[in-house]
């Protein structure tokens, strides 16, 4: 993805965009030399790389720290970057200064979870020409509020608020949407819905694009195991087992050789 228009572009094409969170540079850089559409320096950082049990801890510095890593790595990557726990829902002017150091710190977006109350204030970021990710279902930030990590909108009243919230996010003109941990069907009658493009994480197939965690999808943590991920690589005995090799070619004295040593 060069810009938000290519989003829009990929719906009416119906071509499904990937998007993975990225962390870090090295990461980054992998990312860049793959086929992923696009990036989300996500509050899930705080969880993935800082070993929180839940996203409230993450800040807008930390979110700032990360997404620069991401630029460095990924120069010409399409960079979403999480608004951290309650960061747009405090003062206009606070809000907009979250929003200036994600942008500056390299962001091509940013993406804001829920929609009820925030209505105005995420039709100023639009307005101020920040392209704004929505985020809906199961919003991780609100994790008291919804009574866990829970798949939301199984039951019809649900599933209608979490479909007017959709539509809400359009008209505020928010240029794509992360539907994460509800039912297929709903996510693909949102999807049908919108003329923006939907992206799924624990939504079924059908919506425009999918979205997961880096570390998961490369099985880098083998005791994380919820439904929704695929492990499409064992990336924990991938890098345990080099660690294993080179310890014991360490203990062998097998490592380093003269080839990559340096003599007088
Ligand atoms: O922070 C994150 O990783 C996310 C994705 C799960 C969509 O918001």
Redesign the pocket.
């Given at each position: 993805m060069k810009n938000v228009f290519d989003f829009a572009k990929a719906k009416i094409e119906r071509r499904p965009i990937s998007m993975v969170?990225c962390y870090d540079s090295t990461s980054a850089a992998l990312v860049a030399r793959s086929n992923v559409d696009c990036v989300?320096v996500?509050?899930?950082?705080a969880m993935?790389m800082h070993g929180e049990k839940d996203?409230l801890r993450a800040t807008t510095d930390l979110l700032a720290l990360h997404t620069a890593a991401v630029r460095r790595g990924g120069p010409d990557l399409f960079i979403v970057a999480?608004m951290p726990f309650l960061a747009h829902r405090g003062s206009l002017d606070k809000t907009m200064d979250a929003v200036r150091r994600l942008m500056q710190a390299g962001a091509n977006a940013v993406?804001i979870?829920g929609v009820d109350g925030s209505e105005s204030t995420l039709r100023h970021i639009v307005e101020s020409g920040v392209p704004v990710m929505g985020?809906l279902g199961l919003t991780?930030q609100s994790l008291h509020a919804l009574g866990g990590f829970r798949v939301q909108g199984k039951e019809e009243a649900a599933a209608a608020h979490i479909s007017e919230q959709a539509l809400t996010l359009q008209s505020l003109g928010v240029f794509a949407l992360?539907l994460?941990c509800v039912p297929s069907q709903l996510a693909t009658a949102i999807t049908k819905s919108l003329t923006i493009p939907t992206?799924g994480?624990g939504a079924g197939h059908e919506t425009d694009g999918q979205?997961l965690?880096f570390q998961d999808l490369l099985g880098l943590n083998p005791d994380f195991k919820p439904r929704f991920v695929r492990k499409f690589s064992d990336g924990a005995g991938f890098v345990v087992d080099a660690l294993n090799r080179y310890t014991s070619e360490t203990q062998a004295r097998s490592f380093p050789t003269e080839k990559e040593s340096f003599e007088i």
């Open positions: 969170t989300l996500g509050d899930s950082v993935t996203t999480d993406k979870e985020h991780p992360v994460e992206i994480i979205v965690v």
